[in-house]
């Protein structure tokens, strides 16, 4: 190991150097969270054959293996090609896409978070921009993913519209909703006020006889970190109904930090600066198509 | 009061998630298909929860009373076993 060691280049193949001489944390791809049990074997049996046996699994649902040494960098790629996993990446570019569990396992979702987080993996991770990028991917307005802390948000939402023939008059959506939204009217019909409603979803969840029709949405927030300084991110645009109009959207978000944020500063860093108002008008093109 | 035939009645309010379900599902058991329970419960989660749960098992909620003093009155009638 003569040759003088490129951190940077090791850095972004997700080889974090450890306080140890010579040792890395080897950061492995992830999306969602989501492993088979052969992925966890697999990784189980690289951390015993290069690492100290054990695995960490870091605060945004990453997997890492310590202690790897720094002259089988090459081999433990090739191992983790052979079992189809790969390293993941660190520094100023598209990170992990966490996601909670999603519909597919959750009761309280309206969204596939899961299957959105893919997308998003597929898009966008490890794409260089001027510093970190974080997308996160929650299911429903419990929050659990923590939408609002990253770059790009993304929460799971559920727009609803009252059925009355399923309707008994039970009132469990009125008390269901937390923006005191829903009213039962003397003759058992029920009024949604959109103005106030956050299509969150509780109303048809709680629903005993499916009153609702429902439809998925996604609801966006922007500019979110929670590191040395925290930032909420924020909404500027309705839950979106589809597919199309969220990658566009997400599209724009990314492209406009790509072209106005300055080397190594956040989104919301960028948005303190430069204020919102452009960026918001971006994402409303975007969004309007 | 309802007006309705209840083949039997479970009160829910002396216990919490996940037993007010399971102490419906036990009292649902022992009925027949169609056949009605009261289910006396609390509002908040209990409310939000085992009405939903009853219909997701394939019970039929028929009416919920609000007693007016933090409970209600939920009749469900037995929908078909899964076994058969």
Redesign the interface.
Known sequence: MAEKVDYATLKRGGFMRQKQKNRFSLRLHSVGGAFSSDDIRNIGDIADRYGNGTVHFTARQGVEIPFVKLEDVESIRADLARVGLRPGVCGPRVRTVTACQGSTVCPSANIDTQDIARKIDERYYGMELPHKFKFGVTGCHNNCLKAEENDVGIKGSCRVKWKEDPC?S???CV??CREHAIEMTDDGKIAVDYAACTSCG?CQ??????AWETHPAYTLTFGGQFGSTLIKGQECIPPIDDEETLFRVTDAAVGYFKDHANKGERMGKMLARIGRDEFEETIKEAYRG | MADFNVADKVDITDVVCPVTFVKTKIALEELDEGQILQVHLA?GEP???V??S??EEGHR????E?NGDGTFEMYVAKGPDDEA
């Open positions: 008994i039970c009132g469990i008390t269901a509780r969840r709680a629903c005993p006889t499916d | 509002e409310l939000q929860n009405p939903r009853c219909k909620v028929l009416k919920l609000n």
